[in-house]
């Protein structure tokens, strides 16, 4: 089997090293000359310029080129995955689509699984989500992720073809539950942010934390997903790193809100679509998500730091 991985952001590019230390990978880059400087300079100086390609990478802005591989890694933002696939459905047909963006669809409510199903229906769709940043992938530092497909016998192919000496791969074949807390996580790290920039304490984001997690969970189970599914890497593990780091984008937004400050409007942060599109999910699913609510209201401003605190603090006791 052969591997590319489909977009030279952050994460795509971390992606290709990790495998291209063991393995064979194409990168493809959207545009020509930065896929000839990755090229020629061996690095992505625009992504992640601490981090040499190995020599098995092979960069490409060759669209046909990089889908001749049978397994496709799709490291696009999730508001642009449909628009991605649509583009030329035929050169995803009968492969292996791995998602690597996380976030529901602000347009249909889906994640990144149902999108690649939804658009390229005789594809193998799997979603490769967890606690990572890209450069911690691209130097080599450990870490475990979720490899999700809902079909058993491709999801353990996969896991054997993408685990590498750093990346430790789990299987499920729980979809939703790997899409849905992978979505959730960025839109609790953006509260967790907006928590430490305004300066209320670690153990009020501890609080936000376990909070966002029966959400979570709450939003994860109706829609059928198991609850060990929330438990493991694509749920509480990805949660405990997101809400916890500035190198997280969405932790970063909540930073800013928290502190009154501007937010650069060119940084993709997936959590503050995917808040809007949850809560509009959440109408058909009957279901209370406080958190996510006052998140969408920090990020439309049309609720204060401290208004928002106050809201979430006198809402009715309830058991745990």
């Not at 791995?98 to 769709?125: F, N, R």
């Amino acid at each position: 089997m052969s591997v590319s991985v489909l977009g030279a952001g952050a994460f795509g590019t971390a992606l290709a090293i990790s495998l291209g230390r063991s393995q064979p990978v194409t990168l493809w880059a959207r545009d020509p000359d930065q896929a000839a400087e990755i090229a020629t300079q061996r690095i992505n100086t625009r992504r992640l310029p601490e981090a040499p390609l190995p020599e098995a990478v092979t960069v490409t802005s060759d669209f046909n080129a990089a889908c001749a591989s049978k397994t496709l890694l799709l490291a696009v933002p999730m508001q642009r995955l449909r628009a991605f696939l649509q583009q030329d459905p035929l050169a995803f047909r009968g492969k292996n689509l791995v998602a690597c963006c996380k976030g529901v669809e602000l347009s249909t409510g889906l994640g990144p699984v149902g999108v690649i199903a939804e658009v390229v229906p005789d594809a193998q769709a799997a979603l490769l989500t967890g606690p990572s940043f890209a450069a911690d992938i691209a130097r080599g530092l450990p870490t475990a992720l979720t490899l999700a497909c809902a079909d058993a016998v491709t999801g353990l192919l996969l896991q054997q073809e993408l685990t590498t000496a750093n990346l430790r791969l789990y299987r499920t074949t729980d979809t939703i539950g790997a899409e849905v807390g992978g979505a959730l996580k960025n839109v609790f790290a953006i509260a967790c942010g907006a928590v430490i920039g305004a300066e209320l304490g670690d153990s009020a984001r501890a609080a936000l934390m376990t909070r966002g997690f029966a959400e979570m969970q709450r939003m994860a189970q109706t829609m059928g997903a198991r609850a060990e599914t929330l438990a493991g890497l694509s749920g509480f593990g990805d949660l405990a790193l997101t809400c916890s780091s500035p190198l997280s984008r969405n932790f970063s937004l909540g930073l800013a809100l928290g502190r009154g400050e501007s937010f650069d409007p060119s940084i993709t942060v997936e959590g503050a679509a995917t808040a809007r599109a949850v809560m509009e999910k959440t109408k058909s699913l009957g279901i209370d998500m406080p958190i996510t609510q006052t998140v969408v209201a920090l990020i439309d401003q049309s609720l204060t730091i401290a208004d928002a605190a106050a809201q979430l603090l006198t809402r009715p006791l309830k058991e745990e």
